[in-house]
Structure formats: structure tokens, C-alpha cells
């Protein structure tokens, strides 16, 4: 598969879930033993889990959730798990930051939110697809981890975190120059050989 096709084929790419990871996914559920029990059986069968309780949820379109991957890597703190679906990316973070985040958004963007795409906050009373511990195949329709969980209590990013990640996103998609565009009509003097 082309690079143009899979845009997460780097540096972020993890072969699955570790047991404790697992567990920790599990523990947002109901009747976490049963899912531990389902992935036992089939470690390759994604399952639907809460948010709220081990976790929320921020979906991004797949471009701009890499940039802001990017931006926690290279220059911020770091992320939590991280995995794609359906040509979007999902940034797992602390519970309670989905529904702080919008209004976090809305304030740093002063209603200049053009640059930053529609984020789809996923917190108390919304279920997520969580992709599979073992990612079957490589393909932008299906789920799979670029941050695989590997502990039973990993770091999550909190609402603060994930508005400076989309700010700096978005400015890096944004290219600002402080001088105006050059006037492509205009007629260049070549001045270095005034007397």
C-alpha cells in the first residue's frame, strides 16, 4: 500500500495491545472480564466500550489528527493511544476533556475556528469502536493502533493539552507570511551596478 494511501505508515506504527493495555481498554466497560474473554478468543475482533469512566474520546479527520500527533510528539508532552478508523483518527484522553474541549476551542479561536476541523468529542453517554489488540490487516477502512495501551494506567492528554496540540496544528496547515504576495507583472531593476 502506497504512503498516499496510508498516511500513518511511520514512525507510529505498534503491533498490538499489550495484556496490561487490555486490561486497562476493558476496565471501560461493563463486564470487563467478558471482553477480555472475547479478545482471548478473537484478538483480532474490535468491540464497543464507553467513554467516560477509563477514558474519552477525540475524533479527528486523519490529516489533521497527524499533525496534532506531530505537534504532542515532537514538541509537547506526548500522547496517549492513538488509533484510526475509517480515514479518522481517535486521540483517547482524559475523561471529562471531551466536554471541556469545544468550549476550549471556541475561546482560543476567538470564532476563527476555520482552521481547525469539526473535532467530535466523545465523553459520558457515548460508545467508541475500539480497534482489535491485534490489528488483522493494514487498510485505511479498518481500526487499528498507531499508540497501542501498554500499561493499566496510561497517560492521558487533558483538554489543555489537546487545544495546544489543534492550535499549533493548525497554524502549521496555515502557512502566514508577515509580507505580501509579489506582484508577478511587476518590472525587477537590477540595482547592484548603480553607479
Known sequence: MSTREEPFSDRFDVSGVTADGAAWLASAG??????????????TAPVVLPCGTAFDV?????????????RLWDEGPGS?????????????????????????????????TGAIPPLLCHGTG????????????KSALT??????????????PGPEVLVWAAVRAARTAVRISIFP???????????????
Open 30 to 43: 461493563t463486564y470487563p472480564r467478558s471482553t477480555l474473554a472475547l479478545w482471548e478468543e478473537r484478538p
Open 58 to 70: 477525540v475524533s479527528t479527520p486523519a490529516i489533521f489528527g497527524r499533525r496534532m500527533l506531530d
Open 80 to 112: 496517549g493511544p492513538v488509533a484510526t478508523l475509517r480515514g479518522r483518527m481517535l486521540l483517547f484522553v482524559a475523561p471529562g476533556a471531551a466536554q471541556r474541549l469545544p468550549s476550549l476551542l471556541r475561546w482560543e479561536e476567538f470564532g476563527r
Open 126 to 137: 457515548d460508545a467508541v469502536t475500539v480497534p482489535a489488540p491485534l490489528s488483522a490487516a
Open 143 to 156: 481500526s487499528r493502533w498507531l499508540v497501542a495501551p501498554d500499561t493499566r494506567h496510561p497517560w492521558l
Open 181 to 195: 504576495p509579489a506582484d508577478q507583472d511587476a518590472k525587477v531593476y537590477d540595482v547592484s551596478r548603480r553607479r
